[in-house]
């Protein structure tokens, strides 16, 4: 009986034990388990808030980058745009020649109004950043919708007015054939390097040199502009392709105008954005 009930009693022991023993073995793997979660999730934000202050570093830089683009853009449009109203007057000049079929300037002058008064110049727009953005998927790193959009303004507006420059391209050439009618290749090289100064110096027309060849000096006297006035009236298109270079020349001004004013409003969001953020 003594030894039934010991051996009962050690039976009931164990199960104590052992049910203890598990017990103390889940608390364990409980705690354990927290342990690992709460390390995961603090690895998991710290990855997280690090890629988060990584983003935003890279969202300054490509705004920083962006307003340098676009201001050296908007020098470029100045400079231009002072040239085209210069190179407007030119053309009209030549217009007014062909209602009064005389000269009323100085020879020199009528001969630089027919040389350029056809000349164009475009800006070289810088898009290496816009570019990156785009081609990249960055563009989600500019959190402000409404700088998006802005930015998206001033570039859209810049691929509105290029169309213009490939319709006065032909205009352009057919004048270019007309000047050399009319005038002497003496007095174009003389006329180029007069145009190469003017332009020199203007962003992103940098000094070219000069044609070692040719005088550098326009002489034309009376008798050589009016010489010069006779083909040009004796040309049947080149009182329309003058006319439509004035034009062209007045539309660019216009275009340029609100490239700079896109890139102003485009530029002042963006630093804005740069102090908020």
Known sequence: ?????????NKKNYQIMKWRFLRLDWKYASGELVIVTAGVLIALAATSWVESQREKELERSYIQRLIQDIETDIASVISLRNLSELRAEYAQIVID???SESIE?????FAEAIEF??????????????????????????????IKEIVANYYAEIEWTSQFRDL??????????????VLDLSDRLALFH???SLQCGAPGY?????????????????TDAEIVLDRLLANPEAKTLYSQMAR??????????????????????????????
């Open 168 to 181: 006065i391209i032909p205009v352009q050439a057919s004048v270019g054939l007309i000047k050399a009618e």
């Open 248 to 277: 062209s020349h007045g539309q660019h001004y216009f275009n340029l105008t609100s490239i700079e004013q896109h890139g102003n409003d485009a530029i002042a969001a963006l630093r804005d954005y740069l102090d908020e953020i």
């Open 105 to 109: 300037i100085s020879p020199k002058r």
């Open 117 to 146: 008064g056809s000349y164009f110049s475009y800006p070289s727009y810088v898009t290496t950043t816009i570019d990156d953005l785009m081609s990249t998927g960055n563009l989600r790193l500019i959190r402000n919708e409404n």
């Open 206 to 222: 940098p000094c070219r040199g000069e044609i070692p060849w040719g005088s550098k000096e326009l002489t034309i006297s009376e």
């Open 1 to 9: 009986m003594h030894s039934l009930g010991r051996e009962r009693n």
């Open 97 to 99: 020649s062909f209602e």
């Open 194 to 196: 007069i145009g190469n």
